[in-house]
């Protein structure tokens, strides 16, 4: 039983297109995230929520929108898709807010391999 | 921006071998995370350390949170062929995460 999981694992698509990407946890947790890991394997946060609320907004663009209907989904919609936003996309998701102390980490999905072509 | 840099970047060894990796920065966490990652699949949590010295086992791997809160060690003994992947830190402050640039390993047996 998938702890994590997200869907499509992969999407190929043209530029301009607009597409979205799911994300589910049944680990009962608080908050969910979408990191971007790049060509070079670094992870960057783009969001976080909060028991349905955004807590972290990185500098990302307009183009993308998180979408949080319960605590238990986080989706990622994209819009008018760039050659720039080819990456591998993963949902994460951890008890609570990862703060002083608590001792939390992430469990993440599996991660959707996104190519703009 | 909080930055953690991990040393060494690839890392080759044989099966049998001990090695360490690093993770350092400037900035204090309160507390840090290490994870592996293999292809095609997503970061697996290995451990989180919150207290400053703090050493915590996992059978042959051995972590170690630095006494500032700035820096971690990765310890692995006998490492196996199964330990090959992507290992990476990740130091937290205030609800957000930042990851190391990761270090590659590969056990050969």
């Known amino acids: 039983d998938t702890a994590v999981s997200q869907t499509p694992k992969y999407l190929v698509t043209q530029m301009g297109n607009d597409k979205s990407i799911k994300c589910e946890q049944n680990?009962?947790?608080?908050?969910m995230y979408w990191y971007k890991q790049d060509s070079k394997k670094f992870l960057k946060i783009m969001f976080s929520y909060n028991n349905k609320e955004l807590i972290i907004n990185e500098t990302v663009p307009n183009r993308f929108s998180p979408k949080s209907p319960d605590k238990a989904h986080l989706n990622l919609h994209i819009n008018s898709l760039e050659l720039g936003d080819s990456a591998v996309y993963f949902c994460a998701s951890s008890q609570a807010l990862i703060r002083a102390g608590s001792g939390y980490g992430y469990t993440f999905g599996s991660g959707t391999r996104l190519t703009v072509v | 921006t909080q930055l953690l840099e991990q040393s060494p970047q690839f890392l080759s060894i044989q099966e049998g071998e001990n090695l360490t990796v690093y993770c350092n920065s400037s900035?204090?966490?309160?507390?840090l995370q290490w994870y592996r990652q293999e292809p095609g699949e997503g970061p697996v949590l290995l451990v989180t350390?919150?207290?400053?010295?703090e050493v915590k086992k996992l059978k042959r791997l051995t972590f170690q949170f630095g006494d500032a809160r700035k820096d971690s060690s990765l310890h692995i003994t006998a490492a196996q062929p199964g330990d090959t992947g992507l290992y990476l830190c990740a130091g937290s402050n205030a609800g957000k995460s930042t990851f190391g640039d990761g270090t590659t390993l590969t056990v050969k047996p």
């Open positions: 680990l009962g947790h608080d908050t």
């Open positions: 350390v919150v207290t400053g010295g």
């Open positions: 900035s204090v966490f309160s507390s």
